[in-house]
């Protein structure tokens, strides 16, 4: 028997992909690409945007059509939303939402047997506890562990609190279990990752984020840890001083920003404002003076005036983040800001975005600059035209020539030019 598997979506979307097509391995099936043949198909829909939603609709049918007779499973955000859509799209065979990921072999294995379509979608706004997933072997040379799921947020431009609920966290002995495993397995990097990573341990007695930390880093054999996003709110002077100490977490964090305009940021729901951001940003600086923030930025937020974007540009080059993901804001059918006034064009947000890609082009290439002579520990990763290539500790790729094979090797690294990534040779 054959699995395909499409994932449209995040990290957190692509964890659980993984740890699906394991559950289907462990049953004897082999994993093949979406666009071959397979005897099961599986679509792990995404729903941030009305985008994704069409996306997910597309692959589903793409998959209908390559083998009728499959079966189609559809998972993820978007069916948790809208079940009824999926459902009532001819040849699908099983519904899951964000929840009973664990169970999709038993439903495909009832589904042959019946042939019944089987729609299994419950509420997640009254969930009370994590479903683990485990992944003990991924195709990279750093492993990724989901240590939670949901978020409390609330924000404006978002449906991922409806789609996931909220906060619900991993058990410590859970993660701990699984971390060493994902060591024992000769993985040297974990990334930690949630949909709202650093929400870990809200629903938790006397356990937070900190204390997990505090633990994984005494994980035996493991050399590095990185953590996937974290507000500014969710960073307490423990923390700072815990980072600042180990030699395990990395001088690096992604730390989303939005918007650089406090009138913006309240239109949003964010719980912070530029001040208080940029000063827990310079509080870690003093204490940390090698660290590397990278962030988030929405534009075309709906309101956003071109005197409130400037304050995002001119915020963003005073912070001198290293890198910026950035997004037009698209609106998502459900949320408070789909119906707010003043939409933006799509001409101003697509050029507003690419004034923000030039600036973070800029930012990286003065700070990758500012490393030559200096020695990283670098992390290879893969092998690329007689080069290793790896990640260093702040997160800024590195191209080695070494007649040493460096995969899955962390090794010291002194930075000798720049040419759109770092060049160096290991010590």
Do not use: W
């Amino acid at each position: 028997m054959k699995i395909a598997i499409h994932t449209l979506g995040c990290k957190v979307n692509s964890y659980e992909s993984e740890a699906m097509i394991e559950l289907f391995k462990q049953e004897g099936y082999e994993e093949v690409s979406f666009k071959e043949l397979a005897d099961v198909y599986v679509i792990n829909t995404c729903t941030v945007t009305n985008t994704g939603d069409s996306k997910s609709r597309q692959m589903i049918r793409k998959a209908i059509r390559k083998n009728p007779e499959a079966v189609i499973c559809v998972v993820g955000c978007y069916s948790q939303i809208a079940p009824d859509d999926i459902k009532n799209i001819d040849g699908v065979s099983v519904v899951l939402g964000t929840q009973f990921r664990n169970e999709i072999v038993d439903l495909v294995k009832q589904f042959q047997q019946d042939q019944k379509q089987i729609v299994k979608v419950k509420d997640v706004m009254r969930l009370k506890t994590f479903e683990d997933l485990n992944i003990d072997h991924f195709s990279n040379t750093r492993a990724f562990l989901k240590i939670q799921d949901g978020c409390n947020n609330f924000c404006t431009y978002c449906i991922i609190p409806y789609a996931r609920g909220r906060v619900r966290s991993r058990s410590p002995e859970s993660v701990l279990r699984q971390a060493q495993e994902l060591v024992d397995h000769g993985y040297y990097e974990i990334v930690l990752t949630g949909i709202h990573t650093a929400g870990y341990g809200e629903d938790l007695d006397d356990y937070s984020f900190y204390d997990l930390l505090v633990d994984l880093i005494k994980i035996k054999g493991l050399k590095r840890l990185r953590i996937s996003s974290i507000e500014t709110s969710q960073i307490p002077d423990e923390m700072i001083d815990l980072i600042a100490s180990s030699h395990v977490i990395v001088d690096h964090l992604h730390v989303p920003l939005q918007s650089g305009c406090d009138e913006t940021l309240k239109r949003m729901n964010r719980k912070y404002n530029c001040e208080t951001y940029y000063q827990k940003l310079s509080h870690i600086k003093e204490k940390i003076p090698d660290i590397v923030f990278t962030t988030d930025v929405i534009v075309g937020f709906p309101g956003e005036t071109e005197e409130e974007f400037e304050k995002t540009y001119q915020f963003i080059e005073k912070v001198g983040f290293t890198q910026l993901h950035v997004f037009p804001y698209s609106p998502r059918r459900g949320t408070p800001a789909a119906k707010m006034d003043n939409q933006i064009a799509d001409t101003i947000k697509h050029e507003r975005v690419n004034r923000l890609i030039e600036l973070s082009h800029q930012l990286n290439s003065q700070y990758a600059k500012s490393q030559i002579g200096k020695t990283l520990r670098v992390l290879f990763e893969k092998e690329e035209d007689g080069f290793f290539i790896g990640h260093g500790d702040n997160y800024l790729l590195v191209k080695v020539s070494s007649d040493d094979r460096l995969i899955g090797q962390i090794r010291d690294v002194i930075i000798e030019s720049y040419d759109e990534i770092l060049f160096g040779r290991v010590i």
